[in-house]
């Protein structure tokens, strides 16, 4: 199936559906509309039916209550004929002998008003009989009033009611009608419809009209039909399906005119797609509007003009794509994910010279070249990691020397370690800029730095193997190649300053421990950490004593050499996991993950005997001052003082006021409801040295391990769960990790 015809059928489809749903609907609403409507009709006909009828009644009641009543009853009784009350009085006495009859009597027989029972003929007129007693109770006749029921209280009828209505000649429907104000030639179709209806059914006749009937029934004695004409437009249905078809027919011409006129622009473009995809850039669809369609023709246009240029550009010379190779380079400079640097600095060297392979390699601690991106080099056979390429001969000895090399090399000759290459190019990634002394921890900034603290002048290779086709690299090559090199470097330099950067943001410039900004991230985490897995979190929040003695007594420079030998007793009694912070100027505070309120009470012990212990010698020039110094600390722990990370902090800050208060030198444990509770029962100078085992040591009791609280491995109940790193104490701030599972 074609496009056309799938747009015509959708067309289609989609004018069609509402045009058939809306023609049906608009039949069945105006039907139901129209039943409703003559139903509602025939119900107040059928009403004003009854009144009428019953007000006929009443006022032949009231008549012969008169005549009754009257001494001169035959007096009476031509009056109320006289003025038309009833059409006929009849006196009768108690044997039914007529004593009394007025003019000319309506046609037999009469319908008694309080009948219901029905007749086998239709009734002549309306009566109602009242029975005549004397003044002692004994009967004396009757008296009988009559109204004739004929065609003229049958147009009546029709004019109160707005129906037409019918006078059945006998009980049931298929009777000849007596009187009748239905048009001529429908009646027979309303007696016939009538036939099968009782109660207040509402039936339709194949003409148009609304039938039901009324009677006999209580108050209405006479067996009557009603009907009216339907209010629905004449053809209406005929009219619904010739708008149909001529919808129809409309839509069937307009759909395939535009799915005709859509699909001519789509036939040429995809012919000149076709000349295109045969290499033939030349080829252009006309633009015949400003559609989509015709955007998308004047954007194919415009493509392959585009890629005609383009093509032209990458086969008119290489020159111009090392242009844009050194243009690429400037870009590099101002990204930070390394690795991605030097595979991009890899994959375009490679292509813009051609080589089959290469390899970015960088210097580290050990005097040797690391590979940190490759391509097209097979991985060493050994299987241990990166390639690893000694400084010496070949690609090695460009490190050395700082100077590019390029030249061929038999694949016998090949250096150990190196990859295996007929013609090699090698350039140095030179340092961009003097940087001065080593910035960071380790003997040098950059690996591979000297042992006196400055960087180096070359800290990476940029090497390429085996040009395809077999020429060796030429000075072209080399030109081009050290111009990327250097971009390279900025590169690799910006990525290096940005890390630096980042980690001096989070640590404290004097003492080296985490600062207030890491305190922040590091509470948050370890509390979302701690309420996952359902463990504990220790808080200690810690505070030099008389601290401004200090600096009032020895100057700040002493102040500065105490916080910093402070930080570093700190560092020495926690675990690897445990983090320690400045929170500013002699407050600090320290993180033991996973530890309750007893683990946490003894490294509270234990630094203050750190602290305690020796005195911190301070000075210039002259004698060293030996400086005693003892420290305050506040203890907390997550979940029971606190919810979130600055509940706990603050119930911490509590318990360090609390020692403070005890006389400092001392610590505390905040209470669950804030209070704060007196020191477990430990020395205050308990320490290592007096056989408390430091956070996270394995302590052996005298039946076996002791398990700690939560679900890990058995450890001193004592302490945080963990065990201390392999090497001790960790001497400097550490960056964020996973605590590791007990």
């Given at each position: 199936?074609?496009?056309r015809?799938?747009?015509?059928?959708?067309?289609?489809t989609?004018v069609?559906?509402?045009?058939?749903?809306?023609?049906?609907?608009?039949?069945?609403?105006?039907?139901?509309?129209d039943?409703?409507?003559?139903?509602?009709?025939?119900?107040?006909?059928?009403?004003?039916?009854?009144?009428?009828?019953?007000?006929?009644?009443?006022?032949?009641?009231?008549?012969?209550?008169?005549?009754?009543?009257?001494?001169?009853?035959?007096?009476?009784?031509?009056?109320?004929?006289?003025?038309?009350?009833?059409?006929?009085?009849?006196?009768?006495?108690?044997?039914?002998?007529?004593?009394?009859?007025?003019?000319?009597?309506?046609?037999?027989?009469?319908?008694?008003?309080?009948?219901?029972?029905p007749?086998d003929?239709?009734?002549?007129?309306?009566?109602?009989?009242?029975?005549?007693?004397?003044?002692?109770?004994v009967?004396?006749?009757?008296?009988?009033?009559?109204?004739?029921?004929?065609?003229?209280?049958?147009?009546?009828?029709?004019?109160?009611?707005?129906?037409?209505?019918?006078?059945l000649?006998?009980?049931?429907?298929?009777?000849?009608?007596?009187?009748?104000?239905e048009?001529?030639g429908?009646?027979?179709a309303?007696?016939?419809?009538?036939?099968?209806?009782?109660?207040?059914?509402?039936?339709?006749?194949?003409?148009?009209?609304?039938?039901?009937?009324?009677?006999?029934?209580?108050?209405?004695?006479?067996?009557?039909?009603?009907?009216?004409?339907?209010d629905?437009?004449?053809?209406?249905?005929?009219?619904?399906?010739?708008?149909?078809?001529?919808?129809?027919?409309?839509?069937?011409?307009?759909?395939?005119?535009?799915?005709?006129?859509?699909?001519?622009?789509?036939?040429?473009?995809?012919?000149?797609v076709?000349?295109?995809?045969?290499?033939d850039?030349?080829?252009?669809?006309?633009?015949?509007?400003?559609?989509?369609?015709?955007?998308?023709?004047?954007?194919?246009?415009?493509?392959?003009?585009?890629?005609?240029t383009?093509?032209?550009?990458?086969?008119?010379?290489?020159?111009?794509?090392?242009?844009?190779?050194?243009?690429?380079?400037?870009?590099?400079?101002?990204?930070?994910?390394?690795?991605?640097?030097?595979?991009?600095?890899?994959?375009?060297?490679?292509?813009?010279?051609?080589?089959?392979?290469?390899?970015?390699?960088?210097?580290?601690?050990g005097?040797?070249?690391v590979?940190?991106?490759?391509?097209?080099?097979?991985?060493?056979?050994?299987?241990?990691?990166?390639?690893?390429?000694?400084?010496?001969?070949?690609?090695?000895?460009?490190?050395?020397?700082?100077?590019?090399?390029?030249?061929?090399?038999?694949?016998?000759?090949?250096?150990?370690?190196?990859?295996?290459?007929?013609t090699?190019?090698?350039?140095?990634?030179?340092?961009?800029?003097?940087?001065?002394?080593?910035?960071?921890?380790?003997?040098?900034?950059?690996?591979?730095?000297?042992?006196?603290?400055?960087?180096?002048?070359?800290?990476?290779?940029?090497?390429?193997?085996?040009?395809?086709?077999?020429?060796?690299?030429?000075?072209?090559?080399?030109?081009?190649?050290?111009?990327?090199?250097?971009?390279?470097?900025?590169?690799?330099?910006?990525?290096?300053?940005?890390?630096?950067?980042?980690?001096?943001?989070?640590?404290?410039?004097?003492?080296?421990?985490?600062?207030?900004?890491?305190?922040?991230?590091?509470?948050?985490?370890?509390?979302?950490?701690?309420?996952r897995?359902?463990?504990?979190?220790?808080?200690?929040?810690?505070?030099?004593?008389?601290?401004?003695?200090?600096?009032?007594?020895?100057?700040?420079?002493?102040?500065?050499?105490?916080?910093?030998?402070?930080?570093?007793?700190?560092?020495?009694?926690?675990?690897?996991?445990?983090?320690?912070?400045?929170?500013?100027?002699?407050?600090?505070?320290v993180?033991?993950?996973?530890?309750?309120?007893?683990?946490a009470?003894?490294?509270?012990?234990?630094?203050?005997?750190?602290?305690r212990?020796?005195?911190?010698?301070?000075?210039?020039?002259?004698?060293?001052?030996?400086?005693?110094?003892?420290?305050?600390?506040?203890?907390?722990?997550?979940?029971?003082?606190?919810?979130?990370?600055?509940?706990?902090?603050?119930?911490?800050?509590?318990?360090?006021?609390?020692?403070?208060?005890?006389?400092?030198?001392?610590?505390?444990?905040?209470?669950?409801?804030?209070?704060?509770?007196?020191?477990?029962?430990?020395?205050?100078?308990?320490?290592?040295?007096?056989?408390?085992?430091r956070?996270?040591a394995?302590?052996?009791?005298?039946d076996?391990?002791?398990?700690t609280?939560?679900?890990?491995?058995e450890?001193?109940?004592?302490?945080?769960?963990?065990?201390?790193?392999?090497?001790?104490?960790t001497?400097?701030?550490?960056?964020?990790?996973?605590?590791r599972?007990?």
């Open positions: 199936m074609t496009l015809a799938r747009l015509t059928t959708a067309l289609l989609v069609l559906g509402p045009v058939l749903v809306g023609a049906y609907f608009v039949g069945s609403a105006v039907a139901a509309v039943r409703s409507r003559s139903t509602e009709r025939l119900a107040v006909a059928a009403t004003a039916v009854r009144a009428s009828v019953d007000a006929l009644c009443q006022q032949l009641r009231a008549a012969a209550d008169t005549v009754a009543l009257a001494d001169d009853r035959a007096a009476v009784a031509g009056q109320v004929v006289g003025r038309g009350l009833a059409a006929a009085v009849r006196v009768t006495d108690v044997a039914g002998k007529v004593t009394h009859a007025t003019g000319q009597s309506p046609t037999a027989p009469w319908r008694d008003c309080s009948a219901r029972t007749v003929v239709a009734p002549g007129a309306l009566a109602v009989r009242v029975d005549l007693w004397d003044a002692t109770g009967p004396q006749g009757t008296v009988t009033t009559a109204q004739p029921v004929d065609p003229a209280f049958m147009a009546r009828l029709a004019g109160v009611t707005g129906a037409a209505v019918t006078l000649g006998g009980p049931d429907a298929a009777s000849r009608p007596r009187h009748t104000t048009p001529a429908v009646h027979e309303v007696l016939a419809a009538a036939g099968g209806l009782d109660g207040e059914r509402v039936v339709g006749t194949a003409d148009g009209r609304y039938v039901r009937r009324v009677g006999p029934s209580d108050g209405q004695p006479l067996p009557l039909v009603l009907s009216v004409p339907s629905r437009p004449p053809g209406l249905y005929a009219v619904l399906v010739a708008a149909v078809l001529l919808v129809t027919l409309l839509a069937v011409i307009v759909a395939g005119r535009l799915a005709r006129v859509t699909t001519r622009p789509l036939v040429e473009l995809v012919k000149a076709d000349r295109v995809a045969r290499g850039l030349t080829a252009r669809v006309p633009v015949r509007s400003r559609d989509e369609v015709g955007r998308l023709a004047d954007a194919f246009n415009r493509m392959t003009r585009e890629t005609g383009y093509v032209t550009a990458l086969t008119s010379s290489r020159d111009q794509l090392r242009g844009h190779l050194a243009v690429l380079g400037d870009t590099l400079a101002s990204t930070h994910d390394l690795q991605r640097i030097l595979r991009l600095i890899l994959h375009s060297a490679i292509a813009a010279t051609g080589a089959r392979a290469g390899a970015v390699l960088l210097v580290e601690p005097g040797q070249l590979a940190q991106a490759t391509e097209g080099i097979e991985a060493p056979a050994s299987g241990s990691g990166p390639i690893r390429v000694p400084l010496g001969d070949l690609v090695g000895a460009v490190t050395v020397s700082g100077e590019s090399r390029r030249g061929r090399v038999e694949p016998s000759g090949v250096p150990p370690g190196e990859p295996r290459c007929r090699y190019v090698a350039v140095p990634f030179a340092a961009p800029r003097d940087v001065g002394p080593a910035r960071g921890d380790g003997p040098a900034a950059r690996p591979g730095g000297p042992p006196d603290g400055t960087a180096p002048a070359t800290f990476g290779v940029l090497a390429l193997y085996d040009r395809l086709g077999g020429d060796d690299f030429d000075d072209d090559d080399l030109v081009t190649l050290r111009t990327f090199a250097g971009h390279a470097a900025v590169a690799v330099d910006n990525v290096r300053v940005h890390e630096e950067a980042q980690r001096l943001s989070l640590t404290d410039p004097l003492t080296g421990l985490w600062n207030y900004r890491y305190l922040r991230q590091s509470l948050r985490r370890e509390v979302e950490r701690a309420t897995f359902g463990r504990m979190l220790s808080v200690l929040v810690l505070d030099l004593d008389r601290f401004k003695h200090i600096n009032d007594t020895h100057g700040h420079t002493a102040g500065d050499l105490v916080l910093v030998e402070f930080a570093r007793r700190i560092r020495g009694e926690i675990r690897e996991v445990d983090l320690a912070f400045r929170q500013g100027g002699e407050e600090f505070v993180l033991l993950p996973e530890t309750d309120a007893l683990g009470a003894i490294v509270a012990g234990r630094l203050g005997a750190a602290v212990g020796t005195p911190i010698a301070v000075g210039g020039l002259g004698e060293p001052v030996l400086v005693p110094v003892t420290v305050s600390i506040g203890v907390a722990v997550h979940p029971d003082h606190g919810g979130t990370g600055q509940e706990v902090l603050d119930a911490a800050d509590e318990a360090l006021y609390a020692a403070k208060a005890s006389g400092r030198d001392t610590w505390r444990i905040a209470g669950m409801a804030g209070a704060v509770t007196p020191a477990l029962e430990l020395p205050v100078s308990a320490g290592p040295a007096e056989g408390l085992p956070a996270g394995r302590r052996e009791a005298p076996g391990p002791r398990a609280r939560g679900n890990g491995p450890t001193d109940p004592l302490q945080g769960s963990g065990t201390a790193a392999p090497d001790g104490p001497s400097g701030p550490h960056p964020p990790r996973q605590s599972g007990r």
